[in-house]
């Protein structure tokens, strides 16, 4: 269930994209952003504020790959899996985070601290192999053997490493 | 520095506003750094030197004015900074080299010798930007101002001739005039195809209707692409200026800027300028007091590869699923484009090289680059080269030229060049034999690769092409958006063949398999994501066939890149007899004799757990693996 604040956030968002044409894709940004991921009880509200019917709303939201259904770490690392992350060894930096953190790519560990997530590219392909946390740090030119270390940066933020 | 803005109300305005910025320049005795603060420089740290610089400017009490740029284009050397007057190009700069520049370098004007540029240990230091080879061969029209204004500060774009294509436009040409300019200079769409972008302006401007629209698309999802990303961050003002001139030339009143979510600086970077320009009365209604009404909003993706798709990102900028459609109707139709307005769409880079054609005029365009393809190229340089970065060429310079001189050779200069990869996911690799050969879009495609959007991955021995071809399948299966069955289906075909040749479990006829299905999915889907697909696959075969031969027959990976391939042999020659390969082997594959160890090849999985153990590198991968396969 949706908190009350998280209700009336996402009351305000939707007041403000009242009367506008083509906000679905904002709005659920908006709500993401508050809320984390879009819970039922949010796409119910969304649907039902723009006109559009529930399978629609879903249609939409379901198509990018940006939106959730799920709840999510507070730290979401996104290791890239571009041609230059590729080549330069991406994927054993990948192997090797899913090792230690002890979930797949896709997956939040179960104290939700930390959720392990792909992207295509993030565009800074000078420092492959790289990985971004939360879309603001990024960490380049990685190694397997620097995964530890950012680990425990990642989940000290957060205060629960041991 | 706060900024204060009064409207400009005409394009007096705006010159008068130039001289003053240029003469308070030229009256200013403040020393001046320019710190590339562009995503790679600011992951190794450059915020931290522009600190330390304001704190040392204040603990000295001299006047220094920080200029935080955008991407300078040599990222693998970041964080770089120019100090001028002198021009002194200054790379890997740490907070802590700070105060040494500052004191030789900032205060009495000597190089800093520790920071400069040197090709090798013990060469000698190059100490301007231009004498670096990196450098040399660039030619910068659409990064004019990238890497040296700062974007955050409109001030600083106009000064360096921001904003004077407009003027230009708005006072001596009618819009059919800008029109034909464009027309002549050959700009060719940046974005992949190279579709004549005075063509489009032409045709969106003949739809008839009164109310149209002009979107930029910078929804870059290729793999291994930046410069779309670049331009936004470093110099927005260009993209805006390129987009007004295009409205006033078609008569547009809405403008759009669709940009991928996963570029958050390029978001907030984009919106500053916008929200200057606006207060300016560079953007909003009478801009310049010529009459001229026009607005650009930001619109964030939502993380769709097939939003680059033209259609699809209209869709997606409508609020529906990013699907492509099918034309005609043409965006630039009536009732084709952004909620039914006819739409000009151009690529970022496509908008960022218009006010250099309006400022520099026909002459000087049209001598750059080849006879089709005019003016200059942006490419990211990436993969197993020695310095990756963004560069900007003229069109029909050669590969080599791109990967020898700018790129700098191998990253390992012991590993052989194996090929390039250009144009991401749609195209394809060009294998040594083409070097030589100009980079146009013409060229490009006739070796079965697309100019794309820019994007250039050198490969080396190491890596495998099968392997290769694989990575760009998975991408473009799970990006497909499942519209035509032909994309949807086909690529994840190819894919699953793919798999099992590099598992080892290819079999004769694959490879043809292979090529058919590529020519399926080329010939039967709808957009230009399924158009070009198989593209990674169907030039690999077609240049590297005998490395896909070895994968199916021998079951060998010479790159030895593919698990599950060869046969793994221990040199007792070269084995200290440590055991870590018996450790690591999950198998119990690896048996231990009294003098020596052994692989059993009847329990081996290939997994190369023992291989990337050994401290020696006393395993090798050798051929012969088919037998055994046979035997199982």
Known sequence: ?162 | MELTFKRLENVQDLAGLRARLLKERGESDAHRVRVCCGTACQATGSNKVVKKFEEEAAAKQVKLEIVKTGCQGFCQRGPVLIQEPQQIFYQKVKAEDVPGIFSTSVLYGMPYRKQLYRETPMAEPNEEMQDIPFYKKQKRLALLRNGFVDPCNIYDSIREEGYAGLAKVLTEMKPDEVIDIVKKSGLRGRGGAGFPAGLKWEHTKKSGAKVKAVVCNGDEGDPGAFMDRAVMEGDPHSVLEGMIINAYAIGAQYGYIYVRHEYPLAVKNLGIAIDQARALGLLGRNILGSGLDFDIEIKEGAGAFVCGESTALVASLEGERGMPRPRPPRLSEAAGGLWNMPTNLNNVETFANVPTIIVKGLDFYTKIGTEKSKGTKVFALTGKIKNTGLIEVPMGITLREIIFDIGGGMLNPEKQFKAVQTGGPSGGCIPAQFLDMPADFDTLASVGSIMGSGGMVVLDEDDCMVDVAKFFLSFTKSESCGKCPPCRIGTWQMYELLEKITSGRGEQGDIERLEKMGQMVVAGSLCGLGNSAPNPVLSTIKYFREEYEEHVREKFCRAQRCQGLGMFRIRPEHCILCGLCKQACAFDAVTELRDRFYIDQDYCTKCKACYSVCPTEAIVIEKGGAHVAARK
């Open chain 1, 1 to 162: 269930m949706l908190e009350q604040t998280e209700v009336k956030a996402i009351d305000a968002i939707l007041n403000d994209a009242a009367g506008q044409r083509g906000v679905l894709i904002a709005v659920l940004q908006r709500v993401q952003e508050k809320v984390g991921y879009l819970p039922d009880d949010a796409m119910q509200m969304i649907a039902g504020r723009l006109g559009l019917s529930l399978s629609q709303a879903y249609g939409v939201a379901s198509f990018y790959k940006h939106f959730h259904f799920k709840p999510r770490g507070k730290k979401i690392v996104k290791v890239c899996m571009g041609t230059a992350c590729h080549v330069r060894g991406g994927k054993a930096v990948l192997n090797e985070m899913e090792h230690k953190l002890g979930i797949k790519e896709g997956e939040t560990t179960e104290d939700r601290a930390v959720t392990l997530e792909t992207v295509g590219c993030v565009g800074c392909c000078a420092l492959a192999p790289v990985l971004t946390v939360n879309d603001q740090d990024l960490y380049g030119e990685l190694t397997p053997k620097m995964v530890d270390d950012i680990i425990l940066t990642v989940r000290s933020e957060h205060g629960t490493h041991v």
